[in-house]
């Protein structure tokens, strides 16, 4: 087999750059590992920052995201008995966010590109990547059994923190950058209608609570646990009871229950792999990076990231030109790092660290009144929140 583009993942990234490429005459063949029904169905992401809405909007993949995704103009912040709302219309003129679920944006994204006749490949096993230094590199994979190949002119690496393409980059060509933390978010999706109008995040004296929603009818609310801890630990009634007790803080406020219909524990990890390009090979999304999710930042650096090795793989074949394929990596760095720092606060601020001294415990005190008091603190965390432009 041949194409021009090989994408290696089906998640955001990985589904996005196909789509994007179709639009400007691109041929790419897109590999899963997983089948169809599992990645539509995979809870994740939640949060799309207003330059993503945008994007994705102007490509074409609106029509249901502007009809049932949430428009939210602001957080809120809970700590002791204290709650502050981060007005996103005020402190940032008027951008947002949108609560539209990152399995509906892989649905219409699959949907879209196989109603276009794209080539998806799902359940597909043992990827290699052959010679990414080469002219013309290919990869070798199985489907249904059968071992093939297929060569092309660039391979996308965009198959998530745990797939081949980075490790494919001799180790001396890269280096990695990581940081574990000592807490995971235990995650569950009920359906019940929110409990408040906008998200929750709360830093109490038993740990760090979200109230998050994906529809007027479903919420997602998540809590810190210890990164060791199986969810068999876990029942129904320890998860309300901690959900109560984290984020029933202000008078007045009681979070809904309902039948809980998914459960799962992820680790918090923050990585950064310099470079994103090897030869013909280029990362991009969580193959590249990963983020804790408290700044909500992980799709939204796999979309930007897609936006600019869009751009330079069209310029390639419209002008011969390998210039912004060349700028590929540094370009999206900046923004990477900029999203490395945010959810890195964002973590910092609202957990509770179980080695913490008395003084850091007073340090993150501190932080917390000063973001909530200060207009340019919470204008900061605003700006860092509805995410910076892609150009
Ligand atoms: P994905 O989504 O992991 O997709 C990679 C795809 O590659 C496939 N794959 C392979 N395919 C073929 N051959 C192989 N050898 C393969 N190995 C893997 C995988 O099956 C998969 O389909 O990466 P991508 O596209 O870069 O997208 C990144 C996002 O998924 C991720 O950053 C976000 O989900 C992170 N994240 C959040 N991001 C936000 O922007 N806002 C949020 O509110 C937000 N909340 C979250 C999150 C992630 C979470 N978890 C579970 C990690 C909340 C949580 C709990
Ligand atoms: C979610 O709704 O899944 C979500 C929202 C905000 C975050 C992380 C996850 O910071």
């Not at 199985?142 to 060569?151: C, M, P, R, S």
């Not at 494919?168 to 933390?181: G, M, Q, T």
């Not at 796999?302 to 069209?314: C, H, K, P, R, T």
């Amino acid at each position: 087999m041949q194409t021009q583009i090989e994408i290696i993942g089906a998640g955001p990234a990985g589904l996005l750059l196909s789509h994007l490429l179709a639009r400007k005459g691109i041929e790419s063949i897109v590999l899963e590992s997983k089948s169809r029904e599992y990645v539509e169905n995979r809870v994740r992401a939640g949060v799309l920052e207003q330059g993503t809405v945008n994007l994705l909007a102007e490509a074409g993949l609106g029509e249901r995201l502007l009809k049932e995704g949430m428009p939210h103009h602001g957080i809120e912040i809970r700590f002791g008995a204290n709650s502050h709302r981060i007005d996103f219309d005020e402190l940032t003129d008027g951008k947002g966010i949108t609560i539209y679920g990152q399995q509906e944006v892989v649905k219409d994204l699959i949907s879209t590109r196989l109603k276009e006749n794209g080539k998806l490949l799902f359940e597909t096993s043992d990827v290699e990547i052959l010679n990414p230094l080469d002219d013309k590199p290919a990869i070798s994979f199985k489907v249904d059994g059968t071992e093939q190949q297929i060569q092309c002119d660039l391979i996308a690496g965009c198959d998530g923190f745990h797939g081949v393409s980075r490790n494919s980059i001799p180790e001396e060509k890269r280096k990695n950058f990581s940081r574990d933390y000592p807490f995971a978010w235990l995650g569950i999706l009920v359906d019940a209608p929110p409990s408040s109008a906008e998200l929750v995040y709360a830093n109490s004296t038993s740990g760090f609570a979200l109230h998050s929603m994906r529809s007027p009818s479903i919420t997602r609310n998540y809590i810190q646990c210890d990164p060791e801890d199986s969810i068999e630990n876990w029942s129904n009634d320890r998860i309300w009871q901690a959900l109560h007790d984290r984020l029933e803080t202000v008078a007045d406020w009681k979070l809904v229950e309902g039948e809980i219909i998914e459960k799962a524990i992820t680790p918090m990890r923050s990585f950064v792999c310099e470079t994103m390009r090897y030869g013909r090979l280029l990362l991009a999304g969580d193959a590249a990076h990963i983020v804790p999710p408290t700044g909500a930042k992980g799709m939204n650096l796999a979309i930007s990231d897609v936006n600019y090795l869009s751009d330079a793989i069209v310029k390639r074949y419209q002008t011969g030109s390998e210039e912004l394929l060349d700028s590929y990596t540094e370009k999206c760095l900046r923004r990477i790092w900029r999203g490395e720092h945010f959810s890195w606060y964002m973590t910092s601020l609202l957990h509770k660290f179980p080695e913490s001294s008395p003084f850091q415990e007073r340090l993150q005190s501190a932080e917390l009144e000063y973001v909530c008091q200060s207009q340019a603190a919470s204008r900061s965390l605003a700006e860092n929140y509805v995410g910076f432009k892609f150009k």
